[in-house]
């Protein structure tokens, strides 16, 4: 389970924990989200959001919005990813959640194995949304925000499924792909989608 071992590291100063959701899909944005926790009044429970339900996913993005020192969410749409690559916008949707925190930080720590080139000192930490509670509380705000965005999305583009596949290339979302072609939310830059966009 993740702790507070790799914050400690960098004390004195405040610590962000930065993750993603969306890099994977076929359609929709890029969601990071930034927080920075009280170590004295942390949520229980908090995990990899892939390792929780979605009701423990609810239930953990109330508490850490309500009792976290601060978070900020950040967003790269459809557009800049395909104009600057899917690696890119995560790295700017991360900037932005970073810049869309109350407080300034001295250090953030970034799960993955690298960190957007910024004005922070930052450690990317491998797997550390199941590792670091920063991390972890960041991972289930980025995911939670971008499934409703996607669920909101699903309203408007009925056919691909996005209520439950989230833009990701289930079998479902590619049938309908085939048969109804891409929406504006799709990203033309990644292949199943650019390979039907010339047919």
Known sequence: MPDFSHEHRHHPGLVAGVDEAGRGPLAGPVVAAAVILRVDDCPDGLNDSKQLSAKKRAELEAQVKARALCWGIGVASVAEIDEINILWATMLAMTRAVEALEHDCAHILVDGNRCPSWRWASTA???GDAKCLSIAAASILAKEERDRMMIAAAADHP???WESNKGYGSAHHLAALREHGPTP????????????SLL
């Open 159 to 161: 056919h691909y499924g």
């Open 125 to 127: 930490v491998v797997e």
């Open 185 to 196: 939310l799709h990203r033309r830059s990644f292949a199943p989608v650019a390979q039907l």
